[in-house]
């Protein structure tokens, strides 16, 4: 059985730093990216970034880059995504997701296996 499993939401004050962790099981990790997406309410899902396992190459959506880091622990079969300077509008749900392929986009589609989702909240 695949599984996505997030953990590391919280509250934060802006300027602070959150660490997400998506833990994977069930099928070859190596085989997949890796992406993290967020919804804040009334709003549309959001890529925000991604990591091709087999080569370490990442992607990062313009209005995160500088601030957030994605990560790959392989012996844990574990992506973190390291979230600093965060501002109230990063306030979402944070999801990873699975895709099997090499394309290291985050156009929803791709992703065949999707996490339970990680509350993640700035206040101002």
């Known amino acids: 059985e695949v599984q996505l499993v997030e953990s590391g939401g919280g509250l934060v004050q802006a300027g602070g730093s959150l660490r997400l962790s998506c833990a994977a099981s069930?099928?070859?990790?190596?085989?997949?990216?890796i992406g993290w997406f967020r919804q804040a309410p009334g709003t549309e899902r959001e890529g925000v970034s991604c990591?091709?396992?087999?080569?370490?190459?990442?992607y990062y959506e313009d209005s995160v880059k500088g601030r957030f880091t994605i990560s790959s622990d392989n012996a844990k079969n574990t992506i973190y995504l390291q979230m600093n300077s965060l501002k109230p509008e990063d306030t979402a749900v944070y999801y990873c997701?699975?895709?099997?392929?090499?394309?290291?986009?985050?156009?929803?589609?791709?992703?065949?296996?999707w996490g339970q989702g990680a509350q993640v909240t700035v206040s101002s």
């Open positions: 997701a699975a895709a099997n392929g090499i394309l290291v986009r985050l156009w929803g589609v791709l992703y065949d296996y």
């Open positions: 069930g099928f070859t990790f190596d085989d997949y990216v």
């Open positions: 990591i091709r396992r087999s080569d370490g190459t990442t």
